[in-house]
């Protein structure tokens, strides 16, 4: 027999095969009486849009409703239907509809260890299988592509013993491998939901698995309640059961067979999640050493799925360190990783973070030019709703440039966006920075009125743990206007929400202005014990970035007190910790007090390197032009007590990394010419 013959007699067997089993399908449904869950799998996406119309034709006595959720990060089955189907399904009489379910191949499989699928919906739909067969008037179809099949095969255990039709169709020809869905985003917030999910998922763990369920089985099933339970409580910013959650399930992983993978791929997995809770608890060290072990594991099993993201969230951890530089070798990493592996849908989040380290290193144009980098790849990759957290970051980056109208029109295009996806737990940070941004202009009422709104959706939303920023930064607000008292209250109200949420990180920030409060009450005492609560919080914490400024602060009590020893050595911490941390031109205002200092104890000296040097670190926009002019009309007070040649030699040696030009420009400033030589 021919080639060609060999191929129509192989054909030819196919669809008779695949017309017996679509008349097994179309007998086994049309005669169900009640509502019922089954599977139908194919191996190409055409011959599934093939079937679904002959399904449809030869089951007349049902009604029919498509439900496409492949645009949606689905976390929970039973939610997405509830949320798309039209009231005229969710309301039918019994089996009047079937309803056939697709699309939700991009919610489980692109981004975990091989071998595991991504997100929960599969050990959701685990928990959920009762209320999926049970819980809806009509005969749900799922239609699966069988790579997605075999995810929920072998991780949604429970789930598939129920399924009474599993239907395997398949044709001769495959297409090309389609591209990597999106990975889903998790919903995030405390909600009432969320905390009922948890007691469910906690009560469940309780229940012993099924007499005689194998136990390799019972384990795995275990592990899927686990994982699910780590992502509720992480979402609820519950972090130490979260953590607790992962650590049995590592130990868990660890009894799984070696033959199969699982030990590995379950054990990557739970070290991932370990380094991301490690990570939002500020456990650097932990953090780090769980990442390693998980892309130890993943290189054991040769998987790359998940190697980039590893590297990126390792970035995200150097970066929380200020160790900038690494970070940005690790974001690198993951960069070059997922364009290898054909992941592109997370190369945007990647971009994003380098903008985010290049906005705290001052380097703007840089950041920017990542951000854009940001929004084409999250474009290209169909993430377009994930574009408004980008265009949000933009916005900071032209407040922080004193660019306030550009920074408004982008946090507006960011809460458009976010509106239009339904991502509105993001919604709540907006509206905190367009108040920021207001307060900045002096523009207080509308401040005020931005700031609530953001209260009101983190409340909606379950964003609980970011209220305390809001309430510190209303306090900001009537501090400005020199309502102090009324300051004092939000900041107390802002410190007790970060203490119940776990902003303990935060709390410094709030001491440091309540320091700054009191001082301007004249309660000097108070002031200084609440700056040297802040420092030891700081410290304590590892959230050193804002050390320099408190450190200052106390300085500049002390100084007004006339204690000028305890004011210099707070100075000069100031000084240390701002060059320390790439901050140095921060450093300005410290050595320009420095200096006034040193000229009521007439140390010339002294006097005039501080001064130099506050204008040094205070020329590229750090000192405001009358700032500037104070720290040049304090020069002119020092010099006539120098020696002209002294003073100048020490000019020269303060600037000598500017241009001659520059150099000379403020020389000529500085210096009368009978001192100039």
Same mark, same amino acid.
């Given at each position: 027999?021919?080639?060609?013959?060999? !191929?129509?007699?192989?054909?030819?067997?196919?669809?008779?095969?695949?017309?017996?089993?679509?008349?097994?399908?179309?007998?086994?449904?049309?005669?169900?009486?009640?509502?019922?869950?089954?599977?139908?799998?194919?191996?190409?996406?055409?011959?599934?849009?093939?079937?679904?119309?002959?399904?449809?034709?030869?089951?007349?006595?049902?009604?029919?409703?498509?439900?496409?959720?492949? /645009?949606?990060?689905?976390?929970?089955?039973?939610?997405?239907?509830?949320?798309?189907?039209?009231?005229?399904?969710?309301?039918?009489?019994?089996?009047?509809?079937?309803?056939?379910?697709?699309?939700?191949e991009t919610s489980v499989t692109g981004g975990g260890p091989d071998g595991a699928p991504v997100g929960d919906l599969i050990p959701n739909m685990n928990f959920e299988r009762e209320l999926l067969f049970r819980g809806f008037p009509f005969i749900i179809l799922l239609w699966l592509d069988e790579g997605a099949a075999r995810l929920f095969r072998r991780h949604a255990l429970d789930l598939w013993d129920w399924v009474a039709g599993e239907f395997r169709f398949e044709e001769e020809q495959r297409p090309a491998p389609r591209e990597e869905p999106p990975l889903p985003l998790p919903p995030a917030g405390d909600l009432p939901e969320r905390r009922a999910r948890i007691a469910e998922l906690e009560a469940r763990l309780l229940v012993p698995p099924l007499e005689g369920t194998p136990p390799e089985r019972a384990l795995r099933s275990r592990l899927n309640l686990l994982f699910l339970l780590s992502r509720e409580r992480l979402s609820a910013r519950n972090l130490s059961r979260a953590k607790s959650a992962l650590l049995e399930a590592r130990d868990i992983a660890l009894q799984l067979s070696e033959d199969t993978g699982d030990r590995a791929a379950f054990g990557a997995e739970a070290e991932f999640r370990l380094g991301d809770v490690c990570r939002e608890a500020r456990e650097f060290d932990e953090a780090?050493?769980?990442?390693?072990?998980?892309?130890?594991?993943?290189?054991?099993?040769?998987?790359?799925?998940?190697?980039?993201?590893?590297?990126?969230?390792?970035?995200?951890?150097?970066?929380?360190?200020?160790?900038?530089?690494?970070?940005?070798?690790?974001?690198?990493?993951?960069?070059?990783?997922?364009?290898?592996?054909?992941?592109?849908?997370?190369?945007?989040?990647?971009?994003?973070?380098?903008?985010?380290?290049?906005?705290?290193?001052?380097?703007? *144009?840089?950041?920017?030019?990542?951000?854009?980098?940001?929004?084409?790849?999250?474009?290209?990759?169909?993430?377009?709703?994930?574009?408004?957290?980008?265009?949000?970051?933009?916005?900071?980056? =032209?407040?922080?440039?004193?660019?306030?109208?550009?920074?408004?029109?982008?946090?507006?295009?960011?809460?458009?966006?976010?509106?239009?996806?339904?991502?509105?737990?993001?919604?709540?940070?907006? =509206?905190?920075?367009?108040?920021?941004?207001?307060?900045?202009?002096?523009?207080?009422?509308?401040?005020?009125?931005?700031?609530?709104?953001?209260?009101?959706?983190?409340?909606?939303?379950?964003?609980?743990?970011?209220?305390?920023?809001? =309430?510190?930064?209303?306090?900001?607000?009537?501090? *400005?206007?020199?309502?102090?008292?009324?300051?004092?209250?939000?900041?107390?109200?802002?410190?007790?929400?970060?203490?119940?949420?776990?902003?303990?990180?935060?709390?410094?920030?709030?001491?440091?202005?309540? /320091?700054?409060?009191?001082?301007?009450?004249?309660?000097?005492?108070?002031?200084?014990?609440?700056?040297?609560?802040?420092?030891?919080?700081?410290?304590?914490?590892?959230?050193?970035?804002?050390?320099?400024?408190?450190?200052?602060?106390?300085?500049?009590? =002390?100084?007004?007190?006339?204690?000028?020893?305890?004011?210099?050595?707070?100075? !000069?911490?100031?000084?240390?910790?701002?060059?320390?941390?790439?901050?140095?031109?921060?450093?300005?205002?410290?050595?320009?007090?420095?200096?006034?200092?040193?000229?009521?104890?007439?140390?010339?000296?002294?006097?005039?390197?501080?001064?130099?040097?506050?204008?040094?670190?205070?020329?590229?926009?750090?000192?405001?032009?009358?700032?500037?002019?104070?720290?040049?009309?304090?020069?002119?007070?020092?010099?006539?007590?120098?020696?002209?040649?002294?003073?100048?030699?020490?000019?020269?040696?303060?600037?000598?990394?500017?241009?001659?030009?520059?150099?000379?420009?403020?020389?000529?400033?500085?210096?009368?010419?009978?001192?100039?030589?």
């Open positions: 027999m021919s080639g060609e013959a060999t !191929q129509g007699a192989r054909e030819e067997t196919r669809r008779a095969r695949e017309e017996e089993l679509l008349t097994e399908l179309v007998f086994y449904l049309s005669t169900r009486k009640r509502p019922g869950f089954s599977v139908a799998t194919f191996n190409t996406f055409h011959l599934r849009d093939r079937l679904i119309p002959l399904v449809i034709s030869r089951i007349p006595g049902l009604r029919h409703h498509r439900a496409d959720l492949s /645009g949606q990060s689905v976390v929970s089955l039973r939610r997405a239907l509830i949320e798309t189907l039209p009231d005229e399904v969710l309301r039918s009489s019994p089996v009047e509809y079937m309803v056939h379910v697709t699309g939700l780090l050493s769980h990442f390693d072990a998980s892309l130890a594991l993943q290189n054991q099993l040769g998987a790359t799925s998940n190697v980039g993201g590893t590297y990126h969230q390792m970035g995200r951890v150097f970066e929380e360190q200020r160790r900038f530089d690494e970070a940005l070798e690790n974001y690198q990493k993951a960069i070059t990783l997922n364009k290898e592996a054909g992941f592109d849908h997370l190369i945007g989040f990647t971009y994003h973070q380098m903008g985010v380290i290049l906005q705290k290193q001052h380097k703007f *144009e840089d950041a920017e030019i990542n951000y854009q980098n940001a929004i084409e790849w999250k474009k290209n990759a169909g993430n377009t709703k994930d574009i408004g957290s980008t265009y949000h970051q933009i916005g900071m980056l =032209y407040e922080e440039q004193k660019r306030y109208e550009d920074a408004l029109k982008l946090y507006n295009k960011s809460i458009q966006i976010n509106k239009e996806n339904n991502i509105y737990y993001q919604l709540g940070a907006t =509206y905190h920075q367009i108040g920021t941004t207001l307060l900045y202009q002096k523009k207080y009422d509308e401040a005020l009125k931005n700031y609530n709104y953001s209260i009101d959706w983190k409340n909606k939303t379950g964003m609980f743990h970011e209220l305390g920023l809001t =309430y510190h930064q209303i306090g900001n607000i009537y501090h *400005e206007m020199n309502d102090h008292n009324k300051a004092l209250v939000f900041y107390s109200d802002a410190i007790k929400l970060k203490e119940r949420y776990g902003r303990i990180t935060e709390l410094g920030d709030t001491y440091n202005n309540i /320091g700054r409060t009191y001082y301007e009450m004249d309660r000097f005492d108070d002031s200084i014990k609440n700056y040297k609560h802040a420092v030891e919080l700081s410290i304590k914490n590892k959230r050193t970035n804002k050390l320099g400024v408190i450190y200052h602060n106390i300085a500049v009590v =002390y100084q007004t007190l006339k204690k000028f020893n305890e004011s210099i050595e707070y100075y !000069q911490k100031a000084i240390q910790c701002l060059e320390q941390q790439d901050l140095s031109h921060q450093s300005c205002y410290s050595y320009l007090y420095l200096s006034k200092i040193f000229f009521v104890m007439e140390d010339w000296d002294s006097a005039w390197e501080h001064v130099l040097w506050a204008l040094f670190h205070g020329r590229n926009g750090a000192f405001t032009p009358a700032q500037e002019e104070g720290a040049f009309a304090l020069s002119s007070e020092i010099l006539p007590h120098l020696d002209p040649a002294r003073a100048r030699e020490r000019f020269d040696a303060v600037f000598a990394p500017l241009s001659t030009e520059a150099r000379d420009a403020l020389a000529a400033r500085l210096f009368p010419p009978s001192a100039q030589s």
